[in-house]
């Protein structure tokens, strides 16, 4: 069966800094990734999403960067974290096998930035 | 282009109680629409799926939902709802050429006893 890993749940980090959030899918092969942003009483906003390796299309400008060096590795990097980037990251995927599949999302990581 | 309404962003409910939660859509294409679930500090469960067929789509937990072209609706609906249905809900449509989904501000469902 397919998972997908999240990692860290957590973190706290300053103004400032950088950021690496990974996502990791087992059990499936090509999939289309996606990163979505939930913040306080503002749903889901898409980020980024991927079709294959190297391949990322950015949905809103922002802070805010992608990249797939592996066909089932997904991250979320910044070189400089803003206060407006705290929020709830969560990765999923979705087949690309047949049509109209749904996505399976990952736990998420809470991201509180000081 | 695609979106969705969440009409109710709150709803309190008591234990084995009905309860329905709302979402209105718009699109200009074939719809596809989905319900998913939060728990506190999760990430989201997929409830259920419309993708043609039967307008009548029953879910995980017990909860099914409606299709209906001409409202632009698809409610979700529990007819006894328990306390560990207390969550946020979301509804999506799909939208774009990749799959993305489109999401309302959600619902949260708060189950009291």
């Known amino acids: 069966s397919q998972t997908i890993h999240q990692w860290p749940a957590t973190l706290v980090q300053p103004v400032g800094s950088p950021l690496s959030l990974e996502c990791t899918v087992e059990?499936?092969?090509?999939?289309?990734l996606y990163w979505y942003r939930q913040a306080a009483g503002r749903g889901l906003q898409l980020l980024f999403y991927s079709v294959g390796i190297g391949q990322i299309s950015s949905e809103v400008p922002q802070n805010l960067s992608a990249s797939r060096p592996q066909d089932r590795q997904f991250i979320l990097s910044s070189k400089k974290l803003l206060l407006s980037d705290s929020g709830f990251y969560l990765c999923?995927?979705?087949?690309?096998?047949?049509?109209?599949?749904?996505?399976?999302f990952g736990d998420g990581t809470r991201l509180s930035i000081l | 282009a695609q979106s969705v309404t969440q009409l109710d962003s709150q709803v309190p409910v008591f234990e084995e109680a009905p309860v329905e939660l709302r979402c209105n859509y718009s699109s200009s294409v074939s719809v596809y629409l989905f319900w998913y679930v939060q728990y506190p500090n999760q990430g989201l469960q997929l409830l259920l799926k419309y993708l043609s067929g039967s307008t009548l789509v029953k879910g995980i937990n017990g909860f099914e939902a409606e299709f209906n072209k001409s409202q632009t609706s698809f409610h979700l609906r529990k007819p006894s709802v328990h306390i560990s249905d207390t969550a946020e809900y979301f509804c999506?449509?799909?939208?774009?050429?990749?799959?993305?989904?489109?999401f309302g501000k959600g619902t949260k469902l708060s189950v009291k006893p």
């Open positions: 059990g499936t092969s090509n999939p289309n």
């Open positions: 999923a995927w979705s087949s690309r096998v047949g049509s109209n599949q749904p996505q399976h």
């Open positions: 999506a449509v799909m939208g774009g050429s990749q799959g993305n989904l489109i």
